[in-house]
Every structure is written in structure tokens, then in C-alpha cells.
């Protein structure tokens, strides 16, 4: 039996998996690299982050200082070793994209030029100009293009990872095209899915983002970490939730409430504007309940407002601002505010990984988004996440290398078989019983009971009632029927299956918000409004059982920042 | 927003293992005034018929899979209000130019294949170490290329080229300004590698300037001016090399 075998296998080639993979091909020679994606790579979601990535490049900036805002950004839930890496390694992994052709925005001198972001207590916002996810994947991308060594599965879906006495050995995938499920084997399997807003209603994701990858570990018993906090965006459009980035506010945009004040000066006067995210977007709420915003058919708002920007700023710095919002709302900034209110947008949480991307099942790493490798903490900081899929993005893929060139793989014959299984599992369940349940409808409500339990703010009662919905709707989905049963490119197969990942992954992050009885960066208990690090100055990893997950917990690492107040 | 409206949405059907050539099927659909014409096939396919196909992931116009043929014209769906077609009805096709695969997904292989063909990487005789820091680029030096990277690979200009409807062998616009955009850029020394392909005749000279490629093109690259620059370019090193033969460095 011939099957596809590969020594490193990326589940993903967003910025993370690319990453991943090149550094996998130059880690020793003749390794051979698979990349399974289910979109053409470019399309990544990678492609709409707009604001730019951050490392210390300036005279006036130092590691420890990006380190300390991060750990403060993270309300001291990140781990400070993983920190450190991180801003250390940085700096090479940007000027490394640079030298990949990457279109850096420019001082006149000719170096990379850096802006100011949100809870940074400098410029160290590297971009190019508002579409720096665009041109970091399309870079990426093209520089793969160039590695014989990368074997692409363009529009493959992942169903699930493949295990053999303990350890992952591959991977079962739905060739989309064809329709038929195939095993992919691999020494090594790297997780680099993205992150999963899709299970909210309101995002600035893509509906690709899921939380495949996050769900495919957490069913062969891998731990997820720190799912409960989920980033609030302060600023997106109404109805759409197309993203306003936050370099609007960095290039100095104004965030006006409906009395015309710049309300911030209430909750974070010392960076107004420039304040972290879970911050900002509790501020709106605030204002919400005081009356101070605007209504409108797609809820309240508040206003960004760049007019005193000018035209020549908003044209350089944020001309996909200008395009967005003129197309999608017909509102020329330069001469109107914008209407902006909180929007889902970034999962700290995700895949438990140690400092290298190493999961605790052998075989097994995750990098990017999908991951929690403990650099977030309960809040990201804007700007560090694209470089974070490039620091363990490389880390993973270099220790995922190394540990396939020890390793054999697993019998063909086998993973064949589980191949034809899983073929069967799926027909079975979704073309065999006739299911009254549209995909759409338990989809739905999944979003709606994620937004009223997990949403800003959250409660015991409400949380409660979000796990018994999720339990329900688990019930529901056994009984799924789906209108496609052709196998040609068959999307309604490919929903169905990305609603079991959503479910799963909803399940172990409404699970670990209800435990965590304390308020720490995105995470807001109305009902236990203050940080509580006697008890919760630690990482919370929830793992699938029969029933409902069972969580347990993982002291934070601190290595040189003790946890303090965090006020701005 | 609450006053709904209702469209006709006609789509092309193409279901391989079902019928040999393509059919169409026409759909009602009540819209919002802010809707897309990617926002009514997703109501048709999550609530009317989940057996329509197609592509879509970011709807905001950036990650380039949801082109396709809007009342005849190449368009990123997710960036066209149905307002603008109402009360008319919208018909809505793969993008021309290019195999379908299903319903209104088509094959992309070719265009993959050719974006690969331009070399779009930097090229260098000798790579500096990271360690060495970045290569400087003046703003002027990036603006030099810098329109022509911003494709999103969508395939619009394909669909509506006529030399490429014709000719599949043309390298074609998208990856033609791909090309380009490496060789004006100032840290690349490529130029001679790509020229074979660029400058070949599957290449720029295929390309008799219609120019439609720039006009549907969502994202102002302009791969016509692109095409155009390059035919000076090289032509005038042709000329360059018949009076210094022996001057041929670069
Ligand atoms: C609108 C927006 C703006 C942002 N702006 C910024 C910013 O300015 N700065 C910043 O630092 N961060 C920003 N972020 C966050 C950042 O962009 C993301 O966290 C990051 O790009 C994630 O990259 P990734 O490689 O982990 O995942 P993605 O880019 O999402 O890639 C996931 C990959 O996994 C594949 N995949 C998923 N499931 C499967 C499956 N089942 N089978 C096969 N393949 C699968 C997909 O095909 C895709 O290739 C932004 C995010 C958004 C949404
Ligand atoms: S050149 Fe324009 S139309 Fe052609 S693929 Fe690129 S973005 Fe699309
Ligand atoms: S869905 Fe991404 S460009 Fe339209």
C-alpha cells in the first residue's frame, strides 16, 4: 500500500505554517516537507491582518522593554521564559522577512520604519503600510515556491490526526476536489490552523478560522490552554465586523463617543487611545450602559475618527482603511468618522506547546494562532502575533525537523486502513442517516449562546447556560443531515465537519471561562471582578472527555517580573 | 437596514458527476442594503440549497478566492453590492478562461503553475546574513515596484484577457506583474532568470495591450502597465546589446 509520507507535515500555510515549513526544509538537508492546506495558501487568513508585527528595532527601545509590555499586555499570565525568547528572536525573523522581499514600509533613509500600537510602550510596530498580513504571507508564500523540498496539498482538509502507540504518525485528509479521504504520513505533524472567531457572530475572521487544528489535538487527548480568553477588538465596523485596524489609532486617530468626548480619558488616561485591546473594548461597554454611544441597525457604536489626519496620512498609512471603509460603508474618512464597536478577533488561547511548539503527545507540534505556546497570556498585545507566527513558527519547525530525523514511519499498511475508516466514519454520519438539522441553524446557535456566555463580560449563571446549550447542540449535530451528497467539491461536507471542530472547541473554552472565577486581561467576570493570582496565576488546560472537558491547571513560569497592578 | 428587498440570483450549475455540461438555477433571495453578492450565496447555500459550490474566505476583498463572473463582468463577490444590480436580476458564473470544476469553483492549476514560472522570490548572487541587518530601501526605491505587489491573486484580469481566453501558453497579466514587481525591486538580482519567461514569446510579446486586465483588476495593479514597461525595458537592452554585444553585465 503506497501512501503520501513526509518527515514534517504542516497542517496549515498561514504565516505560521510557512514559516514553519521553510525552517523545517532548512533544518537538515533532504528532509522532506508536506504542506496540507484548506485553501490555497495565499488565502490564509494571514492575509487580512492589517496593522503590522512587532520587534525592537530603534535606538530608543530594548528587549526588556518589549518583554515587560508584553508580560503587562498578557495581565502576567504569559510565560515569561517563552517572552523572552520571543522578543530575542524577533528581530532576526523580520529582517529575515525582509530579506524574503517583504515590502516593509520605509523611513527615508531606507530602513524599516516602525509605528506606534497598542499597550507598546514605543514604536516597534514594524508594517507595510495597512496590509502588513498581506505582504508577510504573500512573501512567504513566494519564497516557498522556491524550496523543492515543500510538497503543497492545496485545498486538502485535515479530518483528523493519526496515532499509533501513543504518538502521531499522520494524518487523514479530505481531498476537496476529489472527494476522496486519504492518509498522509509523517514523523513530525505541526498544527498551524489559526485561530477560531468563527465560533462567535460577530468577527473580523474568515470563515475558514474554525479551530480545526485546536479540535484535531484536543481529540486525541492533547491538552488546549487558556481558552477562555478570547481578544475583544475595540474597532470594528457595525453588521460586518470588517476590521478598522488599530494602526488608525497609532498613526493618532481619535476613538469619540456620542456626548463628541474622547471617553478613554475615563478608563486609561495614560495611553488613551493606545491602550491594550481588553481595555479598550470593556470602555465601550461601559459607555454603553452610561448612554454615551450611538445606535444604529447593527447595535451601538462609538466613532474613530482620523479627519485631522488629512488625506496624505490616511493615503499612505492606512489606504486600506479608506478602501474598506468606502466600500463596505460608504464613508470617506477623510471626511467622516468611522463607526466602530467591539469585534471577536484573536484566541490566546489554543494547542498546549511548550517553548519550542512541542505538544505533550510525541509527534506532535503547533505554532501560531492555533497555539497557545504561553506568549498572550489573558490579553495579546496588537502587533504580536504576526511575529509570533514567525518566532515559533521557526522554533517548531526546526524542533519538529530535528525530532523526524530520529524517528521512522509508521507502518503504510496501517495508516491505510484508518484512511478507509475514517472514510467510512464520515460517509456514515453524514450521508447515511437522513438528519433533519441543517448545518447553518445548529451553527447559529452555537454563535448566539458563545456571545451571550463568553462574550466581554461573563457570569457564573450565564456561563452555565452557555454549557448546557453547547451540550445540546453536540446532541443535535449527531443528527445532522446535509443537503450535498456528491463528492466533487463538496462544501457542504466541508461545513459540517468545521461545525464538529467549532463545537468542540466552544465546549472546552466555555468550560475553562466558567472556572476561572477571577478577572484577568480579556477574561471579565462581572460576578469576580478582580485578578486573583493566589488562585489563578496559572494556566488552565482543558481536555476532552466523555462528558463534559476536564480542566486542570499549570503554574504560570516567571522569571524575572513579578505580577503587579495593571493599570495604564 | 431592515427594509428587505428581493433579488433574483441566477447561478451556473455544474455538478460533474451529474451532468455533462453545465445548467443554471435561479433563486429568490430577500437582501439587505448592505449586502454582497457573496452575502446571497451564502443565504442560498446555508438556508434554500447547500449543494451550490464556491469559494470565499475573508469578505473584505484581501485573501482573493471569491472571483467570479457578475452579469458577465470578472468581480471579487464579496466586494459587489446587490444594490448596485437591483431591481435587475444578478447572474452569477465561474470565472471564465478557466475549467470548471464544480458549480461556480473552476481550476486554478495553470495560474499556480505560472505564478511559480516568474520566479517571484528575491534572487541574489550572494545573500547577506541576517546578522548583517536589512538591506535599505529608500521610499522612492519601494515605490518603484510597490503597485505591482499588491495582487491578491484573484484571477480577474485572467478572465478577462482575450489572448489568454485564446492562448493558454500566455504567462498572462497577474503573474507577468508579479515578475516585474521582483525585478524593479531594489534588492533583487533575478532579472535575467525571469527574463525567459517574461520576455519570451508566451511571454510580454503575446500580449497585444487590450488592456481590460487593468480596468478589472480590484486592486489597481495594473499589469498592463506592467506588460508595457517590461517590452520597453527589454527592448531597449536588445538594442543595448547589438551595439555593446560584449557589455552584457548587468
Ligand atoms: C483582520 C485581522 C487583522 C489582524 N491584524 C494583525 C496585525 O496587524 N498584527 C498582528 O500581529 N496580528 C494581526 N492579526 C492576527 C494575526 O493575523 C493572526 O493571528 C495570524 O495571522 C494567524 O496566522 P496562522 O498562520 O496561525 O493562521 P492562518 O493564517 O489563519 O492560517 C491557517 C491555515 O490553516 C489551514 N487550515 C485550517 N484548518 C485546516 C484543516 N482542517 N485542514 C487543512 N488546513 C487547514 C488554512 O487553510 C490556513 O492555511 C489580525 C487578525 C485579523 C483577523
Ligand atoms: S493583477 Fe489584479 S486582477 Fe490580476 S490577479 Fe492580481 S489583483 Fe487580481
Ligand atoms: S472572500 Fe476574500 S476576496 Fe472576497
Keep these: 500500500m503506497n501512501i503520501p509520507k513526509h518527515d514534517v507535515l504542516l497542517i496549515g500555510g498561514g504565516g505560521a505554517g510557512l514559516r514553519a515549513a521553510i525552517a523545517a526544509s532548512e533544518t537538515y538537508r533532504g528532509a522532506d516537507i508536506g504542506v496540507v492546506s484548506k485553501v490555497y495558501p495565499m488565502r490564509s487568513h494571514t492575509v487580512s491582518a492589517e496593522g503590522g508585527t512587532a520587534a525592537v528595532m530603534r535606538e530608543d527601545d530594548n528587549l526588556d522593554l518589549h518583554a515587560y509590555d508584553t508580560i503587562k499586555g498578557s495581565d502576567f499570565l504569559g510565560d515569561q521564559d517563552v517572552v523572552e525568547a520571543f522578543v530575542k528572536e524577533a528581530i532576526d525573523e523580520v529582517i529575515q522577512l525582509e530579506h524574503w522581499g517583504c515590502p516593509w514600509s520605509r523611513d527615508e533613509d531606507g530602513r524599516v520604519s516602525v509605528r506606534a500600537f497598542g499597550g507598546m510602550s514605543v514604536k516597534r510596530t514594524l508594517y507595510a503600510a495597512d496590509k502588513t498580513g498581506f505582504h508577510m504571507l504573500h512573501a512567504l508564500f513566494q519564497t516557498s515556491l522556491k524550496y523543492d523540498a515543500i510538497t503543497r496539498y492545496d485545498e486538502w482538509f485535515v479530518t483528523s490526526l493519526l496515532v499509533e502507540d501513543g504518538r502521531v504518525c499522520g494524518v487523514t485528509a479530505l481531498n476537496i476536489r476529489s472527494g476522496n479521504i486519504h492518509a498522509i504520513g509523517a514523523k513530525s505533524v505541526i498544527i498551524c490552523t489559526g485561530g477560531a472567531g468563527k465560533i462567535f457572530p460577530f468577527t473580523t475572521n474568515a470563515a475558514i478560522k474554525n479551530g480545526d487544528g485546536m479540535a484535531l489535538a484536543y481529540r486525541i487527548g492533547c491538552p488546549l490552554k487558556d481558552l477562555e480568553f478570547v481578544q475583544y477588538h475595540p474597532t470594528g465596523l457595525p453588521g460586518t465586523g470588517i476590521l478598522m485596524t488599530e494602526a488608525s489609532r497609532g498613526e493618532g486617530g481619535h476613538l469619540v463617543n456620542s456626548k463628541g468626548e474622547r471617553y478613554l480619558s475615563e478608563y486609561v488616561p495614560g495611553k488613551m487611545e493606545l491602550g491594550p485591546r481588553d481595555i479598550l473594548s470593556r470602555s465601550f461597554i461601559h459607555e454603553q450602559h452610561q448612554g454615551n454611544v450611538f445606535e444604529g441597525p447593527d447595535g451601538s457604536y462609538v466613532h474613530l475618527d482620523l479627519r485631522h489626519l488629512g488625506e496624505k496620512v490616511i493615503d499612505e498609512k492606512l489606504p486600506f482603511v479608506r478602501e474598506l471603509t468606502r466600500n463596505y460603508v460608504g464613508i470617506d474618512p477623510v471626511h467622516e468618522p468611522i463607526p466602530v464597536r467591539p469585534v471577536v478577533h484573536y484566541c490566546m488561547g489554543g494547542v498546549h506547546t511548550d517553548i519550542n511548539g512541542a505538544t505533550p503527545i510525541s509527534g506532535l507540534y503547533a505554532a501560531g494562532e492555533a497555539a497557545c505556546v504561553s506568549l498572550n497570556g489573558a490579553n495579546r498585545l496588537g502587533s504580536n502575533s504576526l511575529t509570533e507566527c514567525l518566532v515559533f513558527g521557526a522554533r517548531a519547525g526546526q524542533v519538529a525537523a530535528q525530532h523526524a530525523a530520529d524517528t521512522d514511519f509508521a507502518d503504510s499498511a496501517s495508516m491505510a486502513k484508518m484512511a478507509q475508516d475514517e472514510q467510512k466514519r464520515i460517509e456514515t454520519q453524514f450521508f447515511g442517516n437522513n438528519g433533519k438539522e441543517r448545518v447553518a441553524n445548529i451553527r447559529d446557535d452555537l454563535r448566539k449562546t458563545m456571545e451571550e456566555g463568553a462574550g466581554i463580560f461573563r457570569t457564573e449563571d450565564a456561563l452555565k447556560a452557555t454549557c448546557d446549550t453547547i451540550r445540546t447542540l453536540k446532541e443535535r449535530y449527531e443528527n445532522i443531515g446535509i443537503d450535498d451528497h456528491s463528492r466533487v467539491f463538496n462544501t457542504d461536507l466541508v461545513n459540517a465537519l468545521e461545525l464538529g471542530y467549532m463545537l468542540d472547541v466552544a465546549e472546552g473554552l466555555a468550560h475553562s471561562a466558567l472556572l476561572r472565577r477571577e478577572s484577568r486581561g480579556s477574561h471579565a467576570r462581572s460576578d469576580y471582578e478582580e485578578r486573583d493570582d493566589e488562585n489563578f496565576l496559572k494556566h488552565s488546560l482543558a481536555y476532552q472527555t466523555d462528558g463534559d472537558p476536564r480542566i486542570e491547571y499549570l503554574p504560570v513560569t516567571l522569571t524575572r517580573w513579578e505580577p503587579e497592578e495593571r493599570t495604564y | ?250
Design chain 2, 1 to 250: 437596514m431592515s427594509d428587505l428587498r428581493t433579488i433574483k440570483i441566477t447561478v451556473l450549475r455544474y455538478r460533474p458527476e451529474e451532468e455533462d455540461a453545465p445548467t443554471e438555477q435561479t433563486y429568490e433571495v430577500e437582501f439587505r442594503d448592505d449586502w454582497v453578492v457573496l452575502d446571497a450565496l451564502n443565504h442560498i447555500k446555508d438556508h434554500i440549497d447547500g449543494t451550490l459550490s464556491f469559494r470565499w474566505s475573508c469578505r473584505m476583498g484581501v485573501c482573493g478566492s471569491c472571483g467570479m463572473m457578475v452579469n458577465g463582468e470578472p468581480k471579487l463577490t464579496c466586494a459587489a453590492m446587490l444594490r448596485d444590480y437591483y431591481p435587475n436580476e444578478v447572474r452569477v458564473e465561474p470565472l471564465v478562461n478557466f475549467p470548471i470544476v464544480r458549480d461556480l469553483v473552476i481550476d486554478m492549476t495553470d495560474f499556480m503553475d505560472k505564478l511559480k514560472a516568474v520566479k517571484p522570490w528575491i534572487i541574489r548572487e550572494e545573500e547577506k546574513p541576517v546578522s548583517e541587518g536589512e538591506y535599505l530601501q529608500t521610499p522612492d526605491q519601494l515605490k518603484d515596484y510597490k503597485q505591482f505587489s499588491q495582487c491578491i491573486n484573484c484571477m480577474l484580469c485572467y478572465a478577462a484577457c482575450p489572448v489568454y481566453g485564446l492562448e493558454h501558453d500566455f504567462v498572462g497579466p497577474a503573474a507577468i506583474a508579479l515578475g516585474h514587481r521582483y525585478n524593479l525591486d531594489s534588492r533583487d538580482e533575478g532579472n535575467q532568470q525571469r527574463q525567459h519567461v517574461i520576455a519570451s514569446k508566451e511571454g510580454i510579446w503575446e500580449c497585444t495591450y487590450v488592456g481590460e486586465c487593468s480596468v478589472v483588476c480590484p486592486k489597481h495593479v495594473d499589469p498592463a502597465e506592467a506588460i508595457q514597461q517590461t517590452k520597453v525595458a527589454t527592448t531597449t537592452n536588445r538594442f543595448k546589446s547589438l551595439v555593446m554585444p560584449w557589455g552584457n553585465k548587468k
